[in-house]
């Protein structure tokens, strides 16, 4: 049945003020193999500079929960979650995030997740195929640390 629509453009309330096209650096959050995602814990835009090389290493993308888009600490495009992207990566790390239902539906389809976290009683170890309870400050230098040297010595290999 064609049912004729018509739009009175005074009923129209939105208007498109701008576009703003964002411009992005590296592997795509959608299209990386690793991510590595920081949450609420974290604390500030520079702790997230600190994900950033773990996730150069890894030649993988940085992700965020929600709180840390909320509070500026990183762009928005970078959320992960049932109202950012909805990633499959082969390698997840969560650090200091809590993982609720809206981030883990986000990351469900990633084949491992590494979850770091001083709350032992966090979800996102109920979805993690590896979990470390202990202070991210503390255990992502030496994560960090040991994969460099891995890869390092990957390369000399070669």
């Known amino acids: 049945i064609n049912v004729e629509a018509s739009l009175d453009p005074p009923a129209v309330r939105t208007k498109v003020i701008k576009r703003v096209v964002e ?7 959608e299209d990386a193999n690793v991510v590595v995602c920081g949450g609420r814990g974290i604390g500030s835009a520079e702790g997230f ?23 500026g600490w990183v762009p928005n495009n970078l959320l992960v979650g049932l109202t950012g992207k909805i990633i499959a990566p ?10 609720s239902s809206q981030h883990m539906t ?24 590896l979990g470390v309870v202990g202070d ?3 255990l992502l ?4 640390n040991k994969i460099e040297e891995l890869m390092a010595g990957r ?4």
């Open 23 to 29: 411009e992005s650096t590296g592997i795509k959050l």
């Open 49 to 71: 500079k600190k994900l950033e090389k773990l996730a150069e290493i890894l030649k993988g993308a940085v992700g965020a929960s929600r709180p840390p888009c909320d509070n």
């Open 90 to 99: 082969d390698l997840y790390i969560a650090v200091a995030l809590s993982g």
């Open 106 to 129: 986000g990351c469900s389809g990633a084949r491992n997740i590494v979850a770091i976290n001083k709350d032992p009683e966090a979800n996102i170890f109920k979805g993690a195929t």
């Open 136 to 138: 991210w400050e503390e």
């Open 141 to 144: 230098p030496v994560l960090t």
């Open 155 to 158: 390369k000399r290999d070669r």
